[in-house]
């Protein structure tokens, strides 16, 4: 099989406000037509009673024109709520690259989102140095803001692990 990456879902509460918020804080970029479907089509596909789903596609910011897209839904009727956790099973996060992590967070807050967790800066050897935060958007789900510096790279000795205290670390430049 051969596959390319299209698109990543994110299920809304209101999806003119977030999409609005991708937009604004990272430059995503409307893909039209905007979406409004329902049917028995869509019924089949979800298994959902009555469904109507309403949305935009976002182009991702410094992926080009046939880059993939971010997704963003509403659903009526909605689903469950679920507790925001950075380790429940599903959805993580999404993660953009960005020249100043403490700047991005700051735009980030400053247009609705939430702070997460702290900023942190981690050496991983043969790689580089990753400083990264965990925010969220107005909704709460969780984005990742990183950049990285490379370092000299070392040879990797001992065991593989995934601590990155540990000098042996073969952690990939993908946090």
Not at 61 to 76: A, K
Request: charged share 15%.
């Amino acid at each position: 099989m051969q596959a390319k990456f299209v698109h990543t879902n994110l299920i809304a509460r209101d999806w003119r406000t977030l999409a609005a918020f991708y937009q604004r804080v990272f430059g995503c970029i409307p893909v039209l037509p905007e979406r409004d479907l329902s049917g028995p089509w869509l019924e089949a596909a979800t298994r959902i009673p009555s469904v109507r789903i309403r949305g935009v596609h976002l182009r991702l910011p410094g992926c080009g024109d046939s880059g993939p897209t971010l997704e963003i839904f509403q659903y009526s009727p909605t689903g469950p709520e679920s507790e925001v956790a950075i380790h429940r099973p599903g959805f993580g996060h999404v993660a953009f690259q960005v020249e100043d992590v403490a700047a991005a967070r700051q735009e980030v807050l400053a247009a609705g989102g939430k702070d997460f967790g702290q900023l942190v800066s981690v050496p991983l050897p043969g790689v580089g140095t990753v400083t990264f935060v965990y925010v969220t958007d107005p909704e709460g789900n969780v984005i990742e803001l990183q950049s990285w510096s490379v370092t000299a790279a070392k040879p990797l000795q001992g065991p593989a692990t995934a601590n990155p205290a540990d000098s042996t670390s073969p952690i990939q430049k993908n946090v």
